[in-house]
């Protein structure tokens, strides 16, 4: 697929209503609103590795099931079978193998592809860390998770991989929560420690 | 007359440093970068809060972001009084540091 038909390809699927935001995101990283010409002309003037980068990055925010979907129909596509995907997983599935075949010289490499569909797991960070990390109060408590979310999806998942990046997420939650229950645990201990001597 | 402890002393200057895009993820990875200190994010958003009583930073609610999860960013900034605090702080260190010999970063 060239280049321009690719584009095209993206332009078509990214237009549909529910998929506004992977057009918006494709011109701005930094998730300001643009109009489609705008996004337009952004992608004219991203690199190829920039536009690969752009949609394994996208990828990251699929369902889990649709990018299940995706996975198991990659090796049929790839045999010339039909498969059976709703528009979204298809346009994400075309731009994947035709930023692919352009990287590897119209070559796809079934292996190589597989690779690239890994990236679409959505990466969420572990449910009961998140849960816990209710503790914190209010004030704060959405900001913090918001840091460590974006720490964890653009910084520490890609360069460590899902399993240390939980790993590593499940540490700061327990120091997130110490740090602010610990003050509490403290009073507490000191208002027994001053009932006894009261009590006595 | 409020003074800053060293952790906050990092974390002030890691808030000046980066300007407008001060915000909890950003100021922890300075710390470690910079200062190459691990910090985690409770602690930078405990001692943020703390500097926040004490009327030596403000804050603004961000925008959100798809990889954030939807939530918002909160920015902070050094007050006229933070920055004074700042300033005391760095100049007791040095004037500490003066009397020391060169292995220790004094003048001598």
Redesign the interface.
């Known amino acids: 697929m060239k280049r321009e038909e690719l584009l095209a390809e993206i332009q078509r699927y990214c237009q549909r209503d529910h998929n506004e935001r992977v057009a918006l995101f494709a011109a701005s990283p930094d998730g300001s609103r643009l109009t489609w010409e705008s996004c337009e002309m952004a992608m004219w003037n991203k690199t190829n590795e920039e536009l690969i980068n752009f949609i394994r990055r996208e990828a990251h925010h699929l369902p889990s099931e649709q990018a299940e979907k995706i996975r198991q129909a990659a090796p049929a596509l790839l045999r010339g079978e039909k498969v059976d995907l709703d528009a979204m997983s298809m346009g994400f599935l075309l731009a994947l193998m035709s930023f692919q075949r352009e990287v590897i010289d119209d070559q796809p490499d079934p292996k190589e592809f597989t690779v690239a569909l890994k990236t679409t797991e959505t990466p969420r960070s572990p449910r009961v860390a998140r849960f816990v990390l209710f503790l914190i109060p209010k004030k704060n408590r959405e900001h913090l998770i918001g840091d460590l979310e974006e720490e964890y999806r653009t910084l520490i998942m890609p360069e460590y991989g899902r399993r240390w990046a939980r790993i590593w997420y499940r540490g700061q939650v327990i120091q997130a929560v110490g740090f602010y229950v610990w003050p509490f645990v403290k009073r507490v201990l000191g208002m027994a420690a001053i009932w006894k001597v009261i009590g006595r | 007359m409020d003074y800053l402890g060293e952790f906050e002393l990092l974390v002030m200057l890691a808030v000046l440093r980066l300007g407008s895009n001060a915000?909890?993820?950003m100021i922890?990875?300075e710390i470690e970068d910079v200062a190459e200190r691990s910090a985690?994010?409770?602690?930078v958003?405990?001692t943020?809060?703390r500097l926040e009583d004490k009327g030596f930073l403000s804050s603004a609610?961000g925008?959100?972001?798809?990889?954030?999860?939807g939530?918002?960013?909160?920015y902070f900034k050094v007050t006229a009084s933070g920055a004074g605090a700042v300033k005391r702080s760095v100049k007791s260190t040095d004037a500490m540091k003066a009397g020391l010999g060169p292995a220790w970063g004094g003048a001598r």
């Open positions: 915000y909890g993820m922890r990875r985690s994010l409770g602690a958003y405990t943020l809060e609610v925008e959100a972001t798809e990889e954030r999860g939530r918002a960013k909160k």
